[in-house]
């Protein structure tokens, strides 16, 4: 079945470094790939999302790529902000599964540090 | 905001007994997805409506059910709980059951079994 792997957390980095949080997937077919943020306490949102290999989505200072030679969908921000503490979730919908429901997966915590 | 509205927020109860959690999606959204988080697990899609009808069904245990009424808010009850049921439960919400993973998130309900 579908599945995402995400780099293990937590993540801390000092304000304006450079983020990279990997993500790649599992999937028969063609899936659309997705990043979800979490601030705390409140619910997911949708922060970028890519539908085809090779598309670029981006949002918000961030960025990924869909790689489907590698299968990835790496996260990316070149300077990131105390703002962008959150938790972060790849996720992908389609390819094998229907309709739009969403495989997730285990979430990436990023602290940034003033 | 995301025009997803949970209820309640918290939720503290004892192991044997049953809950209702509550759903008013976007309006406009005729799909709704309730998923599940907790720490060993991580984010779980339980099932899906749209206009009242199931859709898609993951990982819901047979003590658990759903449903969508015909003013599209929706109700997810938990029965004969136990200690591992405590987690927050998610709902989102989509237009359209196609949308290709594009969800908004309500805050959650917090659910604590002791």
């Known amino acids: 079945g579908n599945s995402v792997t995400q780099m293990e957390g937590p993540v801390t980095l000092s304000e304006e470094a450079f983020l990279t949080i990997n993500c790649t997937y599992t999937?028969?077919?063609?899936?659309?790939l997705f990043w979800y943020v979490q601030y705390p306490g409140e619910g997911l949102q949708l922060l970028l999302k890519a539908t085809k290999a090779d598309d670029k989505g981006s949002n918000k200072g961030f960025e990924a790529t869909y790689r489907k030679e590698t299968t990835s969908f790496h996260l990316e921000k070149g300077s990131v902000q105390v703002s962008d503490s959150a938790v972060y979730f790849c996720a992908l919908s389609g390819g094998e599964t229907s309709g739009s429901r969403l495989t997730f997966g285990e979430g990436t915590q990023l602290t940034v540090n003033p | 905001d995301s025009g997803v509205t949970q209820t309640p927020k918290h939720l503290i109860t004892a192991t044997g007994q049953r809950v209702t959690l509550r759903c008013s999606p976007r309006s406009g959204d005729l799909s709704v997805y309730w998923y599940q988080q907790s720490l060993d697990q991580g984010l779980q899609f339980l099932i899906q409506?749209?206009?009242?009808?199931?859709?898609a069904k993951g990982n819901i245990l047979e003590r658990f059910s759903a449903q969508q009424f015909p003013d599209l808010h929706s109700e997810l009850n938990l029965s004969s709980l136990e200690l591992g049921d405590s987690a927050l439960y998610f709902c989102a919400s989509s237009v359209d059951p196609r949308d290709s993973g594009e969800l908004f998130f309500g805050e959650g309900s917090r659910l604590t079994v002791l």
């Open positions: 999937a028969t077919g063609y899936p659309s």
């Open positions: 409506y749209y206009n009242g009808e199931e859709r």
